[in-house]
């Protein structure tokens, strides 16, 4: 099978269940954003996590492939695989980190060992995945659990960020201001 189709070269694509759309349909821009995300979260895994939250990063690149194949096309019916036990469980991992973790005392700058810098990164693709979905709800019927769990998702990554910097002994940039 050939990778490449031309089917694609006037800026059109196939969505689930066989309807053309242009590549810049808000669909399609929510489908990129949630693999940006899953790439990155690819890249956070090479870095080196605990094993712990390994399996944790695991099961939520699964979830966004299968968030973004029900996306792609909300008139075409699929089985969801996101359910309410997915988003306790999400929380229960943000709890854990947060009691493993000293609490910052102000704002922190993104950065630290490189698995923290890029649990950043995946903070902020999601918080505009999450943007995206908004935007899309008000065309298309989306989910309620998914905008659940793709906010919970960013504070997930905030706060392993926060994590990866304490078990690594790398203390937090602090944001300082100061006007004269």
Do not use: W
């Amino acid at each position: 099978m050939k990778l490449y189709t031309r089917h694609g070269d006037t800026g059109q694509t196939t969505l689930v269940g066989g309807k053309r759309v242009m590549k810049d349909d808000i669909r399609i821009a929510v489908c990129g954003d949630l693999d940006e995300l899953n790439a990155h979260i690819g890249m956070l895994r090479s870095f080196g996590v605990p094993e712990r939250e390994l399996n944790v990063l695991i099961r939520v690149q699964q979830l966004l492939f299968h968030i973004g194949g029900e996306l792609s096309n909300p008139d075409f019916a699929m089985p969801s695989h996101l359910t309410a036990a997915d988003i306790a469980q999400l929380e229960q991992c943000v709890d854990m980190l947060q009691k493993e973790t000293p609490e910052p005392e102000t704002f922190v700058l993104p950065g630290g060992c490189t698995a923290a810098a890029e649990s950043h990164v995946c903070r902020t693709v999601a918080r505009r995945a999450e943007r995206s979905i908004v935007a899309m709800s008000h065309e298309y019927r989306v989910e309620p659990l998914i905008l659940q769990f793709i906010n919970r998702l960013s504070d997930y990554f905030f706060v392993l960020a926060l994590n990866l910097n304490f078990i690594t002994s790398i203390d937090e940039k602090k944001l300082y201001i100061t006007c004269k």
